[in-house]
C-alpha cells in the first residue's frame, strides 16, 4: 500500500514533518525562540509591505522568519544559554548558526525560499556581520529586511543577565545603525511602521 501515489513509505520524512521536528527541537533548544521567530515575523512583514514586497515574497518572508535560526539546534544548549561573555570556540558555535541552518534545510525544496533568510540575517549593510561578509546591496534584502527585525526583538527583550531596552531606546538604536549595520532604506521603513504603532516589542528572555 505504500510507495505508490501520495502515501510517503514508513520513515519517510515529508517537508511537514521534518518542519515539526524542526519546531520541536528549537523549542527543546530555547522555548522563547518560537515567541522570538512570530515577532521577528510579524515585524519583518509590516516593514516589507512598507517596501511593496507582494504576497509571494511575503510567504517566504513568514517562512524565513519562522526557520532563521533553525541552526541553532546544533549549538550547545549551555552555549546559548550562557550568561555573559562568550570565549572565542563559543562565539565561533553560535556564528555557525546560519549555515547550520542552510544544511538543514537546503534538502527540502519546500523550505527553500527561507535560506536567504537562514544564511544572510546576521550580515551587516557595513561588511562586518556573517557568515559571509557581504556588504550593501550584495546581501540578499530578505537578509537584510530580517536583520532589522531580529535585531529590534533581540534588544526589547530581556536576558538574564540584561534588562531589555523600550521600544523607544531600541528604536534610537536601530536609526543610529542604518547606514552602518542596517540598510537605511529599510531602517526608515522599520521606523515608520513603529510610528504608526504597527511593530511589536520583544518577550522574555532570547538565547543570542
Ligand atoms: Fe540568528
Given at each position: 500500500m505504500y510507495g505508490k501515489g501520495s502515501t510517503p513509505a514508513p520513515g519517510t520524512s515529508t517537508p511537514v514533518v521534518r518542519l515539526a521536528a524542526f519546531a520541536t527541537a528549537m523549542e527543546i533548544c530555547d522555548p522563547a525562540l518560537g515567541a522570538h521567530a512570530a515577532r521577528v515575523g510579524a515585524n519583518a512583514e509590516v516593514t516589507a509591505l512598507r517596501l511593496g514586497w507582494d504576497g509571494e515574497q511575503l510567504e517566504a518572508l513568514r517562512l524565513g522568519a519562522a526557520l532563521?535560526?533553525?541552526?541553532?539546534?546544533?549549538?550547545r544548549a549551555e552555549v546559548l544559554a550562557k550568561p555573559g561573555r562568550l570565549d572565542d570556540r563559543e562565539l565561533a558555535e553560535i556564528r555557525a548558526h546560519p549555515v547550520e541552518g542552510l544544511w538543514l534545510i537546503a534538502g527540502v525544496a519546500s523550505l527553500r525560499p527561507a535560506l536567504p533568510y537562514v544564511l544572510f540575517h546576521h550580515e551587516r549593510w557595513d561588511g562586518?556581520?556573517?557568515?559571509?561578509?557581504r556588504a550593501g546591496s550584495a546581501i540578499p534584502v530578505e537578509g537584510r529586511v530580517l536583520a532589522v527585525a531580529d535585531a529590534f526583538d533581540a534588544m526589547t527583550s530581556g536576558r538574564p543577565y540584561r534588562r531589555p531596552l523600550t521600544a523607544d531606546q531600541a528604536a534610537t538604536e536601530v536609526d543610529r545603525c542604518g547606514g552602518t549595520q542596517f540598510d537605511p532604506e529599510i531602517v526608515q521603513a522599520f521606523l515608520a511602521a513603529l510610528d504608526a504603532g504597527e511593530i511589536v516589542s520583544g518577550g522574555a528572555a532570547v538565547a543570542a
Open positions: 532563521h535560526d533553525v541552526g541553532k539546534v546544533n549549538v562586518h556581520g556573517y557568515p559571509t561578509r
